[in-house]
């Protein structure tokens, strides 16, 4: 099935440094993907949508130059905290549109940011 | 897309059947019931999802009333696995290109 490799399932910064997440779609090509946020105790929030060869698009409220993402091929989008500070700190997931007859949206399984 | 409301948390013992209801007073003609979980610390897995009639798989059955203003996920023989968080989600298929917009959902807790 449609399968989503997201990297790194944790990692911890410094305030001010910037991280990069990756995901790749590994069985099928994502003109799109979504990135979301979540926050303890709260439901998955969508912060952009990424789309091959184009500019993301950005969710109300989501700071385009904090959050960069790219998606340079059909298979790879990334998204770069930069300078990332303690309230960034949360659990990132994204998500590419499937076959929706049989497996829906497929979700990478998210990445764990501390900002400390 | 079509607004959903979920309880909050629902408790079952292991080995039995979980049932989760979802009202979506609101669908369309043309709108899908998803159902996704997510286990803690992990991103949302999909379950089934169906049209109008009751669908099955490995994983749930999924009946929806006949007026398709509700449905009811069941997990005939819950395991401490299944603890997660249960989300109902309605689209319709030519939304493909937009995420999926997920509510609050259903915490659901299997006990031994």
């Known amino acids: 099935g449609a399968v989503v490799s997201q990297h790194p399932s944790w990692v911890i910064c410094k305030s001010g440094t910037s991280v990069k997440i990756e995901c790749r779609s590994l069985d099928f090509q994502a003109t799109t993907m979504f990135w979301y946020r979540q926050f303890p105790k709260q439901s998955l929030m969508l912060m952009a949508t990424s789309n091959e060869g184009s500019k993301a698009t950005y969710e109300q409220g989501v700071e385009k130059d904090k959050f960069l993402i790219n998606h340079a091929s059909l298979t790879l989008s990334t998204l770069t905290v930069t300078s990332a500070h303690p309230e960034d700190s949360s659990f990132y997931i994204c998500s590419a549109p499937g076959q929706l007859t049989n497996y829906g949206y497929t979700f990478g399984s998210g990445t764990r940011l501390t900002v400390v | 897309d079509a607004k959903t409301t979920q309880p909050p948390s629902m408790d079952c013992a292991e080995g039995r059947a979980a049932n989760l209801p979802c009202n979506h007073s609101t669908i369309s003609g043309n709108e899908y019931v998803y159902w996704y979980r997510q286990i803690h610390s992990q991103g949302p897995q999909y379950i089934i999802h169906g049209l109008k009639n009751n669908e099955t798989n490995e994983m749930a059955s999924l009946i929806i009333t006949e007026d398709r203003k509700s449905s009811t996920l069941i997990l005939p023989h819950a395991t401490l696995r299944d603890t997660a968080v249960y989300y109902c989600?309605?689209?319709?298929?030519?939304?493909?290109?937009?995420?999926?917009?997920f509510g609050k959902g259903t915490s659901l807790l299997v006990t031994p």
């Open positions: 989600i309605v689209r319709g298929n030519s939304n493909s290109g937009y995420a999926l917009n």
